[in-house]
């Protein structure tokens, strides 16, 4: 997954900085950087970014009137805003302000903001990684994860091709790093969270699913699962 940033910045020696903390960040992500001297050049707003970092003491046009004319165009823009002036960050609150950078202590700060990012954007994103406990590596697309499932301290994924991967991770961390709703998901009981195109159908309480298994559907979960199943076929027509 790629995650694109936009940096202003009028002076060359924080973008270089900012730039170099962005690189040396270790994660799946790959990092395609854009960076601008001039906080008025129109290329700004030509394409959204999945990430701004914007610097708020600029001459011509401040950080925070850049900001707003990028959310008037992008309401969903993530700004992390930059300053020496820490007073701004109360200003920054209108903005809704994901994050403010205090170039005093900006090597903490740009770790808390990048690592914070990053969980945000995998929250959204289409793409699964998979940290396999024989340590290797994979990242797939949801629509080819066909169920997840909760084995004690492990979870157990099943792709859509048969092949089965198992993670140290709970089904609690899961359902924090990743919206449900978003990548077509549902929760069919406490241990277990299905692909609702991976359906065949549903019969009594269990998930037919396309690979031939019954899963059980949680009788507190029953009515949640039976309304997004209905709601995913009706817009599926």
Same mark, same amino acid.
Request: aromatic share 18%; proline share 0%.
């Given at each position: 997954m790629e995650m694109k940033i936009c940096i202003v910045d009028d002076e060359q020696v924080q973008i270089d900085r900012l730039q170099e903390y962005i690189n040396q960040h270790e994660t799946f992500l790959e990092f395609k950087t854009i960076t601008f001297h001039d906080s008025t050049d129109v290329n700004i707003l030509a394409e959204e970014f999945d990430l701004y970092f914007l610097d708020i003491d600029m001459p011509k046009r401040t950080g925070f009137e850049l900001a707003k004319m990028i959310q008037k165009k992008y309401p969903d823009a993530i700004f992390i805003f930059v300053s020496a002036h820490s007073? /701004?960050?109360?200003?920054?609150?209108?903005?809704?302000? /994901?994050?403010?950078?205090?170039?005093?202590? /900006?090597?903490?700060?740009?770790?808390?903001?990048?690592?914070?990012?990053?969980?945000?954007?995998k929250k959204y994103a289409k793409k699964y990684e998979i940290n396999s406990v024989d340590g290797e590596k994979q990242i797939v697309n949801f629509g080819n994860i066909l169920y997840f499932e909760k084995m004690i301290n492990q979870l157990l994924v099943t792709l859509t091709n048969g092949k089965t991967y198992t993670e140290r991770k709970s089904m609690k961390q899961l359902l924090q790093e990743v919206n449900?709703?978003?990548? #077509?998901?549902?929760?069919?009981?406490? #241990?277990?969270?299905?692909?609702?195109?991976?359906v065949n159908k549903l019969v009594d309480s269990e998930m037919v699913m396309s690979n031939g298994e019954h899963l059980a559907i949680s009788r507190r979960r029953f009515s949640d699962v039976r309304n997004a199943y209905h709601r995913f076929l009706m817009e599926s027509e």
């Open positions: 007073e /701004f960050v109360y200003d920054s609150f209108k903005f809704n302000a /994901f994050y403010f950078v205090r170039k005093f202590t /900006f090597e903490a700060d740009m770790i808390d903001a990048l690592h914070l990012a990053e969980n945000k954007l449900l709703d978003l990548v #077509g998901f549902v929760l069919i009981n406490a #241990g277990t969270c299905v692909n609702l195109k991976g």
